[in-house]
């Protein structure tokens, strides 16, 4: 059964918000965009600020959930990122890109009713050189 994508989206990222909550993480922004890219979430986790992806799927048939974060969508993130830096007095914080991958286990009316949750910490970083 086919999903709304953005329904989906919109439930993954809230239950990503309290998953994080959670575990401790202060949350500073939800959905920051610069331009056309956009950040999901930044949380800082102790003195780490975390800028995090979450991607949520309704079944494996298209993979799953973390392998859409494909090298392209890391560079916008990290584009993101760095204009989000400009925008505080430290702009040299100790920083982090996660992903959370969400894969909804039941669906009643397009809403999520069970779900498993993965937390990747450090999933990927702006090459430098």
Not at 2 to 9: C, I, K
């Amino acid at each position: 059964m086919d999903h709304d994508p953005h329904s989906l989206g919109r439930q993954g990222e809230l239950l990503a918000a309290e998953y994080l909550a959670g575990k401790g993480y202060r949350i500073i922004v939800r959905n920051y965009r610069h331009r056309r890219n956009e950040i999901d979430i930044i949380a800082f986790d102790g003195r780490t600020l975390c800028f995090i992806e979450v991607k949520t799927r309704g079944s494996l048939e298209k993979g799953h959930p973390v392998e859409s974060v494909t090298p392209q969508k890391q560079k916008e993130i990290i584009k993101a990122a760095r204009s989000y830096l400009l925008t505080l007095e430290n702009r040299e914080p100790d920083c982090r890109f996660d992903v959370i991958a969400i894969l909804a286990d039941a669906m009643d009316n397009d809403r999520i009713r069970s779900f498993t949750i993965e937390h990747f910490i450090d999933a990927f970083w702006e090459e430098t050189g």
